[in-house]
């Protein structure tokens, strides 16, 4: 059986037509997958921490600043949403607990009393 050139070229078309299609909305559903993520700052006794949310349940809570030694919180509310951010980005990048460095907390601009200065 002979297929003509103008069919074929039209299944073609069709074929090309669905597996764009089909990407499409396998690109929509596999979106839809993710969980929601935020940042919530809270208020501790003398300084901010914030929490990692994840599809509304808590996944992270940090009190202190991380990677700092003797237990510091942070100053402002700002400094802990900055730090939740990279934490979270760090942690949607990777699917994994995140862990931050000084250096990172420095580059961040974090306020903290150096081990020194205490």
Avoid: C
């Avoid at 499409?24 to 921490?49: A, D, T």
């Avoid at 992270?60 to 990677?67: A, G, L, R």
């Avoid at 700092?68 to 949403?81: C, L, Y």
Wanted: net charge positive.
């Amino acid at each position: 059986m002979k297929i003509s050139k103008r069919k074929f070229i039209a299944i073609i078309l069709l074929l090309a037509v669905a597996a764009a299609g089909s990407m499409h909305l396998w690109q929509y559903y596999i979106g839809q997958e993710k969980l929601p993520v935020e940042v919530r700052p809270f208020k501790v006794k003398s300084g901010w921490g914030y929490d990692i949310i994840v599809d509304e349940k808590m996944y992270i809570h940090q009190e202190t600043i991380p990677s700092i030694p003797g237990n510091q919180v942070f100053q402002s509310k700002e400094d802990a949403i900055k730090t939740g951010n990279l934490a979270m980005k760090k942690l949607v990048a990777t699917g994994r607990l995140p862990s931050l460095s000084k250096n990172e907390i420095i580059e961040l601009g974090i306020a903290f009393v150096p081990a020194d200065q205490r």
